[in-house]
């Protein structure tokens, strides 16, 4: 593998990395696929489980997403081309174009993946037009325009799809190939029933927040107007939609941590640092409200953030995982190349060494300047970050991925209560259909974990949030797609959840809304952030003595410590340990609380959770000294010093 350059600390004293370093880094990448391309280039088949498309579709994948990379490399380098990458990849282009190639991909009309890949081929295309299409044969060129043209007249699935048809499009139009007004109308007004406010779009539903937000819904659009400058549609939305993404990125630059980790939440992670990508965005559009020097410590931490952690491995690949190989961490969908879709995150190298953004000193990132404190009101989140350790926790009650008023199956990366880059959820399939991490759920009589999807928010205000849902229990079947309606449905009663929060810590709270079912009652239990390490972590609890011991769980792992502290009603405490689960390391555990007999409807259940990194000041012994007052639904919590909140955990159906 190609060694780095040493890091600059006087230019960046955070990361370390400057243009050269990232440049050097998508050398490492794009020469390590390449033992694994065959069929003259047209397929680069990578090791790893294959996707529901099967391997031909796989193999393209690998083609078109690396070549995303290659194309930014080449651009920013303004077409000097040191690993003949305008060539290689050209040839790959003309091998899968031809229906008579053994290595042929997909057509767009047959396979529905292609349609996503050929995204990535157009966009590449375009970025490289003057040393690839530029140089082709006439007939690569009318093959290239035949393969792309599938696209014309096809609807797209209702999500950040209709992009990729826009894309696709686009450049078919500036070739002098063709392409759909309909589509593009049809399309861009899907796009803007997505929108919600506050720079964030919903990807198919209102509820459905997560990374997409910033490598598709921002990203496409303004690369569209660039693709298609003299349509009238691009000149009067270009404004619009930088905009939408400055207000944006004023809420992630929050979402990242000191260390780099973005947040650990949604689908498709094993994209990684495909993450960045929205900052290199707004750069490149004039669409950030960032300093240069900030959108270069966000971006190229992110980036480094997984160099750090094993992602590229020894071999200078991308395997499915988060930091390690995880094969477990994959959707259906997922191939082996999906995780290149992290090349969007390289888009910086399209800005020349002259920008700002490489020139200017790096600037701290939020959470580096001091404790934060943000309400992200179309995800139904409230978002504190922590100066002493860097961590940065996100607690969620507005976003689940769910059509509003279905009984579904939980999914760990949505309908948990906290989210965070420093923990993630398990893998395992029980992680979803027995919720733990971070969850809140209500226990029936053979200790079934209740399930939270959909829920719905009822108030985001300065340290609180209150969401409520029916809580139910399902029945999936045997490897049934966890979005999918569940097999058998128990409903169960409504339940409010709240979160109080201050600095590295959250008031928890639980009430079963009276009246509306299950008069009997269920156990309750709070599960805790889950940590991950190379080791076990050491776990710690204590359980209610004579003297009155606190009733408390807790874990610590690579110097972080996930602690939960009965506050009410809370009188049983666990740790829940895993192996080969979760993303950010080989062994993991979960501490919990819960209550020994059936909490009573109306009665409030309360914990102290508290997630903390190195240099922080969580844990059991350094918990503050925090008081409640329970009338009925209204609960205020009294924080030393004199501080209060208030909310109700109430719905109004009771």
Known sequence: MTELPADDRTLS????????HLARHADVLLRAVRPYARAGHALIDLPGPASAAGRRSDGLEGYARTFLLAAFRLAGEDGDDPLGLADWYARGLAAGTDPSHPGHWPLLTEVPQARVEAASVALGLHLTRPWIWDRLDEEVRERTVAWLGGSVGLTYYRTNWIWFQNITEAFLASVGGPSSEDDLQRNLATHEEFWIADGWYGDGGRTALDHYNGWALHLYPLWWCAMAPGHPEA??????????????????????????????????????????????????????PLEPGLTRRAACGIVRHFADHGAPDADGLLTLGWHRALPSIRQGYSGP????????????????????????????LPVERAD?????????????????DGVVRVYNHGTDHTPEGAARCDDAVYSAVGYSGTTAPGTRRAAHTDPLESAVCLLDASGRA?????????????????????????????GQELHEEPVEVEPGPELCLASVARGPWEVRLARVVPGTGAAAGHRVRFGGWPLAGERPPRELVSRPSAAGEVRAAAVRADGAVSVLLSLRALDRAGVTAFTGDNPLGEHSAVPWLATELPLRPGEVAAALVGLGGAGGSVGAEEAPPVSLDVEGARVVVHWPGGGTDAVTLDTGTG
């Open 13 to 20: 004293p955070y990361t370390g990395w400057t243009r050269e």
């Open 235 to 288: 000149a009067a939305l270009r404004d619009t939609w930088r905009g939408r993404l400055r207000r944006h990125l004023e809420d992630l630059v929050h979402l990242v941590s000191a260390d780099g980790a973005p947040l650990h939440q949604g689908r498709s992670l094993t994209y990684r640092f495909a993450a960045a990508a929205p900052f290199w965005t707004g750069a490149l559009f004039d669409a950030t």
């Open 337 to 364: 190349g999906s995780p290149y879709w992290a090349s969007k995150g390289m888009a910086g190298l399209l800005l020349p060494a002259a920008h700002p953004v490489w020139t200017e000193p790096e600037r701290p």
């Open 372 to 388: 934060t404190s943000v309400t992200i009101g179309p995800a139904g989140w409230l978002v504190r970050g922590t100066r002493d």
């Open 450 to 478: 209740s399930h939270r999807r959909s829920f719905r928010a009822l108030s985001l205000t300065g340290d609180t949030a209150v969401s409520a849902g029916r809580a139910h229990w399902v029945r999936m079947a045997d």
